[in-house]
């Protein structure tokens, strides 16, 4: 007995609650009292205010998170820029230093020397693709 006043205490909270669910959802209003409507509307931006203080403290946290972001990017873009400026520091002589002279056509020591008298051959092509004659036989067959 005991168990059938609680299940049926349970099913009259159940429907009230999903009535209550029905209004707020603006479902089957017609049957409300002024009083009601007002006590909904009320319940309704009590809601909406905390929703909103969610959603600003939500995107407050995120600027937060990418104005730490955009620091730390800044660090490293200016740590970077003088990392390679003291590369390049290191690669280039200094302003005022000479380069060694070296004797007439001795190669510097870090440079492989360049043949000399050596012909260079290239291709020119003349004329539409497909029938090709090149610039040396042409002159020789002239």
Known sequence: QQV??????????????????????GEN???????????????IEKSL??????KTQLLEQQIAKLKEKERTLLKDNEDLRGKRNLEARLLLP?????????????????QEPVPRDEDVETELYIGLPGVRCSSRRSGQAK
């Open 29 to 43: 209003l017609g049957g409300c009292s002024t009083e009601e409507l007002h006590f909904l509307e009320g319940k």
């Open 49 to 54: 205010r905390v929703i909103r203080g969610k």
């Open 94 to 110: 200094a302003p005022n230093s000479v380069a060694p002279l070296q004797p007439r056509g001795e190669p510097a020591p870090e």
């Open 4 to 25: 059938k006043a609680d299940a049926l205490s349970l099913a009259k909270k159940l429907e009230a609650l999903e009535d209550s669910k029905r209004k707020i959802l």
